[in-house]
């Protein structure tokens, strides 16, 4: 091998991910690879804060260990001299049974709902939610930046819920209909939140909550992920049409009336369909419905099941990869 080509290859694998130089370490090494035990999710998150240490205080990096509280690091902050760990200050900030972590992380990546999960972690509905929802936290913002080759948009419909909401007058299976008067007569009235999905054919997959479907609301969340003169599949809205004008794309219509599923042999919309039909059997049928002001924590939580690579060690990876303080 040529020198050069030998500095990038270091070069290269000084970039890989903890996860990507295990499966290196694996290839050069067999026998390594079954002795290693993978890590926790907290041991992770713990090597990627005393990597680069700061304050969650006053955000300063002149920091110090300060011994060891509970089997974590602890630091103290040098201007403004209050102590902390790699937990201060972060979703997973006092959290209780936090040695079922890794447990739990099993019972998310097979898409179980709080009881069962509650159930195989022997923990009670209440920690089994506040756990839930700490980690969806992590995962929320954790979509793809950029869409290429053919892309895929198209919207799905969730009926608005109040689940858990407390003070309802009548509460409603699941946001069902309610029940307005007009003209003397009783009208049934679904109301439904829009959920925009965008997809191309290489896995990488966007979605977003939308207040209501217009091009305004469309160009906020695909700007930037999709590049000009990017095919655009589509069903036939004036959203589409609004929105591809101000992305500069290609935009490839599908009209539902003319019974043409697929254009020039390669544009359709079958794969966001696909992807709204698991979407929406995961969240009405196994979940159970979920509360409208939660939907974007499980989109992200849908996105990560979506790969259909997934372990838990890829699991445990993306959600200590993503750690930020708030």
Request: glycine content about 6%; aromatic content about 6%; charged content about 25%.
């Amino acid at each position: 091998m040529e020198n050069f080509s030998f500095t990038q290859l270091l070069e290269s694998i000084q970039n890989l991910t903890h996860e990507e130089k295990l499966c290196v370490k694996s290839l050069l090494d067999p026998n390594s690879h079954s002795q290693e035990q993978p890590k926790s999710l907290l041991e992770r998150i713990e090597e990627n804060f005393c990597s680069h240490p700061h304050c969650p205080h006053c955000d300063s990096k002149k920091v110090q260990k300060w011994g060891v509280q509970q089997n974590k690091q602890r630091f103290k902050c040098k201007p403004c001299k209050k102590t902390f760990t790699s937990l201060t200050k972060t979703e997973l900030s006092g959290v209780h049974y936090i040695d079922v972590l890794d447990q739990y992380l099993e019972c998310m990546l097979d898409g179980m709902s709080l009881r069962k999960a509650a159930r195989r972690c022997s923990i009670s509905l209440d920690t089994s939610f506040h756990i839930r929802h700490r980690l969806m936290s992590l995962l929320a913002n954790n979509k793809s930046e950029h869409l290429e080759g053919i892309v895929e948009i198209d919207e799905t419909f969730f009926r608005l819920s109040h689940k858990g909401q407390r003070g309802i007058k009548k509460p409603r299976k699941r946001g069902g209909s309610s029940i307005y008067k007009k003209k003397g007569v009783k009208t049934p009235r679904v109301k439904q939140v829009p959920v925009l999905v965008a997809c191309d054919r290489q896995g990488n997959l966007t979605d977003a909550v939308l207040t209501r479907v217009s091009g305004d609301e469309l160009y906020r969340h695909l700007n930037g992920c999709i590049k000009p003169e990017t095919p655009l599949c589509a069903d036939a809205h004036l959203a589409h049409e609004l929105v591809s004008k101000r992305l500069k794309v290609v935009l490839k219509e599908i009209v539902s009336s003319s019974k043409i599923a697929v254009l020039e042999g390669v544009f359709h919309i079958q794969h966001v369909n696909g992807y709204h039909s698991t979407l929406k059997r995961w969240i009405n049928c196994t979940l159970c419905g979920v509360a409208t002001k939660n939907l974007t924590k499980y989109l992200g939580w849908r996105r990560i099941l979506s790969d259909d690579s997934l372990s838990k060690a890829t699991f445990t990876e993306r959600i200590a990869g993503c750690w930020a303080l708030n």
